[in-house]
């Protein structure tokens, strides 16, 4: 598990995070949302051992980023936001084999081969990375990092460039890694990327201002900090006219069960 402990980090006088407290458990997907300059992306990086906090604690599988931050990052694997800034060679295969090679790992092919069919993209080994799309170089970069065999996945905004079939295979290959036990965080603005998470956790300013399910997390949410997803808005809309509603509704379907009773 990963367990961020009343971690507070600031960048010279300019506080980034202020008190934060979450966790991701294996085989759990957790959103992380909030506006720009919240701290998502400087926990993301905490939670990688990339950053070290100044006050509290980061924790993973039990040890303290401070205390072996190579392990963190062995760990835990981060997607950045854009998927150039993780190319390091033209062809998607070789690209996937750096990461391995330089830990000295024997079974490299293996490796490789694994990541390709895990993320659904073993058709694309042979083609140069600059000739694929935005969607298809967000799995490269997932790949990648998988690669290395993680515990854990922190995605920096793997959706914010795509186009809905690139939207769609990255979560598909984020369910896929949830199904095989290993615990991920989703960086995003996306609150129909969010409606799909086991947790939310919201930020503003630094801080976490609600965190639980996602019906739970988006309830407390102070209103217009994140966008919420499309069905939610229509359930607000509804109990705001009089309507009785029982729970806020996250997806069609979610609306279509308590309609149709």
Not at 126 to 131: A, F, K, L, T, V
Not at 203 to 214: F, I, L, T, Y
Not at 233 to 256: E, F, H, M, Q, Y
Request: net charge neutral; proline share 6%; with cysteine.
């Amino acid at each position: 598990m990963i367990e961020v402990r009343h971690v507070s980090l600031s960048y010279g006088k300019t506080p980034a995070l202020k008190d934060v407290s979450l966790c991701v458990r294996p085989g759990e997907f957790v959103a992380i949302m909030g506006p720009g300059a919240s701290g998502k992306s400087t926990l993301a990086r905490v939670m990688d051992g990339l950053y070290l906090p100044d006050a509290g604690d980061c924790l993973v599988d039990g040890v303290s980023t401070r205390a072996d931050p190579m392990r963190a990052r062995r760990l835990v694997g981060l997607v950045l936001q854009e998927p150039d800034d993780q190319a390091v060679a033209r062809r998607v295969a070789d690209d996937l084999a750096f990461g391995p090679r330089n830990i000295g790992a024997a079974d490299i092919p293996e490796r490789v081969a694994e990541a390709l069919l895990q993320t659904g993209i073993a058709h694309l080994a042979d083609r140069d990375i600059g000739s694929l799309s935005g969607g298809q170089k967000q799995l490269v970069a997932i790949a990648g990092v998988l690669a290395m065999r993680p515990a854990y996945l922190v995605m920096d905004e793997p959706t914010s460039l795509l186009d809905s079939d690139g939207k769609r295979a990255v979560m598909d290959a984020v369910a896929t890694q949830k199904h095989a036990g290993r615990g991920v965080a989703v960086i995003t603005q996306d609150p129909s990327v969010a409606a799909r998470a086991d947790r939310v956790v919201v930020m503003s300013r630094g801080s976490v201002v609600a965190q639980g399910p996602p019906a739970e997390a988006f309830a407390k949410v102070p209103p217009g900090l994140i966008g919420l997803p499309e069905m939610t808005r229509l359930s607000n809309g509804l109990r705001d006219r009089g309507i009785a509603v029982k729970r806020l509704w996250l997806t069609v379907d979610d609306a279509a069960e308590e309609l149709c009773r």
